[in-house]
């Protein structure tokens, strides 16, 4: 008891005497709660038609929960969809939430997803998606929770690391020449959409923040097209990959339902997906294709990770 009463003492005199006092001192005496801190992790790919990080300006929504009921932070209807926005200093990439996030004893969990999207009735198991006819313009959705394996996030340690996963489906289509093939073949587009009637595939859906899975969808006669900026002529060994990003789909029931038209001197050449074909969030799938001049066939179809599902603390320090 009489060392508590120094320790009180103390501390009071240190804090009467100076106004020069460490802030980070106050925190740890626990007479102030602290915003919470966000760290971005994400992988994508190369290509500048899709985002290699989060740069200065991009926007990110924040979902903010306790750990242990699952409901929003403190009863604070502003945690719902916190505005995140990134900006610079020092050469390192920060964010600036809006509003702030305090904290407190009780741990929280954090939920993420990109592009930010303002909404009053904000519901983090709808998140509108959408697929655009111009193949160039569809946003790359992204959604994002704590990484495994760090420690709670409270007032004591107050910054999360967010693991951002790729919620679509990316293509990538490689078309080369098949051997022998005789004459000058450019191509100038890429589309991709549902055979007349079909239903396979979604242009409009809803996301689920904590999941990443994509609902609420019906098939339509939609399409996405991606039209190149320059002609590129094929050869028989390719010399890049067009890409174009889809909601992931499981229902490819049987040949065509999904077909993917080339415009190759300004023809059209038609390629039919494969009956039973799946496309997953977060994955990349590489179709190398041949064309003889005729018409369009599949060599191989490769499958491989977008972006890495779990997460791991061993090269953070917090």
């Known amino acids: 008891m009489n060392k508590l009463l120094l320790f009180i003492m103390m501390s009071v005199s240190i804090f009467s005497c100076t106004n020069d006092y460490d802030p980070e001192l106050i925190d740890n005496l626990g007479m102030k709660e602290r915003p919470l ?7 994508t790919t190369k290509s500048p038609n899709f985002m290699q990080e989060f ?31 990134a900006y610079l200093m020092n050469n390192r990439l920060n964010w600036r939430q809006s509003p702030e996030i305090y904290l407190h004893e009780e741990p929280v969990i954090v ?6 999207q303002s909404q009053v009735n904000f519901d983090p198991e709808n998140i509108p998606v959408s697929i655009s006819p111009d193949a160039s313009l569809t946003k790359d959705y992204m959604h994002g929770a704590q990484a495994s394996g760090q420690r709670a996030v409270n007032k004591i340690s107050p910054i999360a690391l967010l693991n951002m996963n ?11 020449m098949a051997p022998e093939t005789e004459g000058c073949f450019l191509l100038h587009a890429i589309q991709i959409g549902n055979k007349a009637g079909g239903t396979a ?3 409009k859906g809803k996301m689920n923040i904590r999941t990443g899975n994509i609902g609420g969808c019906a098939g339509t006669n939609a399409s996405t097209r991606l039209k190149l900026d320059s002609p590129r002529m094929l050869k028989e060994i390719p010399d890049g990959q067009q890409q174009l990003m ?4 499981s229902r490819i029931k049987d040949d065509g339902d999904v077909e993917v038209l080339f415009t190759i001197n300004k023809e059209t050449f038609k390629y039919e997906i494969p009956a039973h074909t ?7 799938y590489i179709y190398n294709l041949l064309f003889d001049g005729k018409g369009i066939t599949l060599d191989d179809v490769s499958s491989s990770e977008w972006l890495p599902v779990g997460g791991s603390m061993e090269s953070m320090i917090l």
């Open 166 to 176: 790729h919620a679509l489906s990316l293509l990538n289509f490689q078309l080369r």
């Open 111 to 116: 939920y993420a997803y990109y592009p930010y």
């Open 278 to 284: 799946k496309w997953e969030k977060g994955k990349r």
């Open 55 to 85: 740069t200065r300006g991009s926007v990110i929504g924040l979902h903010v929960v306790s750990e242990s009921t699952g409901n929003i932070y403190d009863s604070n209807p502003d945690y719902k969809n916190v505005r995140a926005e």
């Open 37 to 43: 801190k966000i760290i971005t992790k994400v992988l």
């Open 201 to 203: 595939l979604c242009f």
């Open 246 to 249: 889809v909601i992931p789909t």
